[in-house]
């Protein structure tokens, strides 16, 4: 025990390591995938406002020069508002851009973009301002052409190359991302396959444990299987060894008591002898249980009557049933059957369920042995009115050496185990129900002789007698 113990303990705690490897492994995973996807969504979200920024710098740049050549072509003031308006905004997403955690290469492209942008602006203002001094429309159409188309090349291209940049490092960005998943991956299967070194580690060393103590507990019942065989051999063979013996004393016994000169020397012969008796009958039970045992046992059957068997059994149980202050008395419903069994081994079986309700059954109690039809086969019942069996017990009441002491009572713990053995070897069954504080009845079917000369209606229920044959007679 101490050692299954031990191991028990052992194997919890190696489980409990393992669990707790696995959950630690899953918790770092969670975690690391956690803020690896956490870093993207935020770094993409700064790259999204970016991009959206850039966009807002060539729409308002698009809004400037448009507005302005339209200013410079008809001379409409609210395009020349709607132009200062975009420089305006134009000017708020710079600020916003240089508002943003940027890289070194992209400020230097925000920088080139406002130094080109600044340039466009002053000579856009230069021929805004000699448009309202002249009204040379074509004048000022063929200026924007020659001088301020080529600034705005230089801006778009500005624009782009900061777009351009922006594209490429998002790219970027996403390449190392792809990286760092593909090396946290690689993590994690290095901490998977670590866990399942540690598992299979664990279920070899306790595979190996179990394994040894299989091997234990086979050899242990392997010895104690030869240990019973040789105790049922031994038992065996002293038992029929000591049956001689005991019938040559059994007989001087008797010779003894028969030719007694006094009393006193009969009531001694007569001791010896019933000494002797309880001892071959003792020795019958133990070979009886080792033939069980053996799976050697056999009975050889007879057509055989069952109210014999009950008039036998009761004669053989009034005085004591009588001296106990017992009623035993009998009850059969179907009067006339003749069961297929053997005389003796049905009388044995009848005996021990009898006398264990005898020896349970208090004073001014009562025994009722009964029989009656079931099918194909005649049902014996032994019912008491003593304190009853435990329901929990019932499913052990036929093991060998199973037993409950009654006071001033001894007994082998065999007999039932005996009486269920007889009757599986009839091909019958042996069964007991019982509540406690309300009896006990233990039932038996064996099969009928010829069961097509019993198929009439069974007789109505006789009058209970006991073992004088008086129906009102107590036992």
């Known amino acids: 025990m101490p050692t299954r113990t031990r191991f028990e303990a052992t194997a919890r705690r190696g489980y409990a ?10 918790a770092f995973s969670i975690r690391r995938f956690s803020s690896v996807a956490d870093a993207q969504i935020q770094w993409l979200s700064a790259q999204e406002r970016n991009i959206t920024l850039v966009e807002r710098l060539r729409w308002t740049t698009e809004l400037i020069v448009s507005h302005g050549r339209g200013y410079l072509v008809s001379g409409n003031r609210e395009l020349l508002d709607e132009a200062e308006d975009a420089k305006a905004r134009f000017r708020e997403n710079i600020r916003a851009l240089r508002a943003q955690p940027l890289s070194p290469t992209a400020l230097q492209l925000l920088a080139d973009l406002e130094a080109e942008a600044a340039r466009f602006f002053l000579l856009q203002r230069e021929l805004l301002v000699a448009r309202e001094r002249t009204d040379d429309a074509g004048l000022i159409a063929r200026r924007f052409d020659a001088e301020l188309r080529p600034l705005r090349r230089e801006l778009y291209r500005s624009i782009e190359r900061l777009v351009e940049h922006k594209e490429f490092a998002i790219e970027a960005a996403y390449a190392g991302e792809r990286a760092e998943r593909a090396e946290l991956v690689l993590r994690l299967y290095g901490l998977l396959v670590l866990l399942a070194s540690a598992g299979l580690g664990i279920a070899w060393y306790f595979t190996r444990r179990l394994g040894n103590l299989y091997h234990q507990v086979r050899e242990a019942r392997e010895a104690a299987r030869r240990a019973v065989t040789a105790r049922d051999e031994l038992m065996g063979i002293v038992a029929h060894d000591l049956r001689n013996p005991l019938s040559a004393i059994t007989l001087k016994a008797a010779r003894l008591r028969r030719a007694a000169g006094s009393e006193q020397v009969r009531q001694q012969a007569e001791s010896i002898e019933n000494v002797a008796k309880r001892m071959e009958q003792l020795i019958r039970t133990m070979l009886d249980a080792a033939t069980l045992e053996a799976s050697k046992f056999s009975v050889t059957p ?3 009557a069952v109210d014999d068997l009950l008039r036998e059994t009761l004669e053989l149980f009034g005085p004591l049933a009588e001296s106990k ?30 006398g264990n309700a005898l020896k349970f059954t208090p004073q001014g109690g009562r025994v009722i042995l009964s029989v009656d039809r079931d099918s194909e086969a005649a049902r014996f019942g032994v019912v008491d009115s003593g304190p009853g069996i435990p329901r929990e017990d019932l499913t052990s009441i036929f093991e060998r050496f ?10 082998t713990g065999l007999g039932l185990y005996i009486a269920k053995g007889i009757v599986d070897a009839h091909g019958g069954r042996i069964w007991a129900e019982s509540e406690v504080g309300r009896g006990t009845r233990f039932y038996v079917t064996l099969p009928l002789a010829d069961p097509a000369a019993h198929r009439a209606p069974a007789a109505e ?3 209970a007698l006991s073992a004088e044959g008086d129906p009102r007679a107590g036992g």
């Not at 297929?340 to 044995?348: D, H, M, P, S, T």
Request: one cysteine or more; glycine letters at 8%; a positive charge.
């Open 17 to 26: 390591i393992l669990t707790l490897l696995l959950a630690i492994g899953m």
């Open 302 to 304: 007879a057509p055989c």
């Open 325 to 354: 202050r017992v009623r035993l008395e009998q009850s059969v419903s179907a009067p006339g059957l003749v069961i297929f069994a053997e005389r003796g081994r049905v009388l044995q079986v009848l005996s021990n369920l009898v």
């Open 402 to 411: 199973w037993k409950v002491e009654a006071s001033g009572e001894r007994g």
């Open 461 to 463: 229920e006789a009058p």
